[in-house]
T-cell receptor
Framework: DVKVTQSSRYLVKRTGEKVFLECVQDMDHENMFWYRQDPGLGLRLIYF???????EKGDIPEGYSVSREKKERFSLILESASTNQTSMYLC?????????????FGNGTRLTVT | GNSVTQMEGPVTLSEEAFLTINCTYTATGYPSLFWYVQYPGEGLQLLLKATKADDKGSNKGFEATYRKETTSFHLEKGSVQVSDSAVYFCALSGPGGSYIPTFGRGTSLIVHP
């Protein structure tokens, strides 16, 4: 079974802090994704990565950046956290860039910015 | 662009009732269709999928049929259990671009004993 591990389940940070959310997958998947999940809004794509060192903006990239230096790890960075970034963050991986290939999700990181 | 519309919840049922959660989509060509489930406190996990028209995906008693003519992929289960209480997401991955999945907003299911 594919395992996608997010480093923290709960995180509390202060406004203006730089925040790192880490995600690791153990199945040599090509693609990795970061979503945020908010009530009533569903899942919104922040960034995705086709492969190592490759990244593309999703629907809501403002205020975020990402890093993928190794295939198994995809980091989401909040350069200067703000209260409107309080949310559930979900990382996902996908074996290959194929439309029939499903996503595998981590358990999420609930971030609170105070 | 691609879009997925699913019925708003919450859907509240008694145990052993029949479940339908409606999902319709807009996409060019022939997308692949998915249902994901999110149990409380967890991430999403794949429930079932269908990759071409008239395919039926099934898993854990849930079924959904890819209907190209009605652009639908409704989720059904004949007899729900309390343990099925969760949020269900319909999604598609379409041809073109990078096959970035498009998700519906999710439907919460609450099953009472």
């Amino acid at each position: 079974d594919v395992k996608v591990t997010q480093s923290s389940r709960y995180l509390v940070k202060r406004t203006g802090e730089k925040v790192f959310l880490e995600c690791v997958q153990d199945m040599d998947h090509e693609n990795m994704f970061w979503y945020r999940q908010d009530p009533g809004l569903g899942l919104r794509l922040i960034y995705f990565s086709y492969d190592v060192k490759m990244k593309e903006k999703g629907d809501i990239p403002e205020g975020y950046s990402v890093s993928r230096e190794k295939k198994e790890r995809f980091s989401l960075i909040l350069e200067s956290a703000s209260t409107n970034q309080t949310s559930m963050y979900l990382c996902a991986s996908r074996r290959e860039t194929r439309q029939y290939s499903p996503l595998h999700f981590g358990n999420g990181t609930r971030l609170t910015v105070t | 662009g691609n879009s997925v519309t699913q019925m708003e919840g919450p859907v509240t049922l008694s145990e052993e009732a029949f479940l339908t959660i409606n999902c319709t989509y807009t996409a060019t060509g022939y997308p692949s269709l998915f249902w994901y489930v999110q149990y409380p406190g967890e991430g999403l996990q794949l429930l079932l999928k269908a990759t071409k028209a008239d395919d039926k995906g099934s898993n854990k008693g849930f079924e959904a049929t890819y209907r190209k003519e009605t652009t639908s992929f409704h989720l059904e289960k004949g007899s729900v259990q309390v343990s099925d209480s969760a949020v269900y997401f319909c999604a598609l991955s379409g041809p073109g671009g990078s096959y970035i999945p498009t998700f519906g907003r999710g439907t919460s299911l609450i099953v009472h004993p």
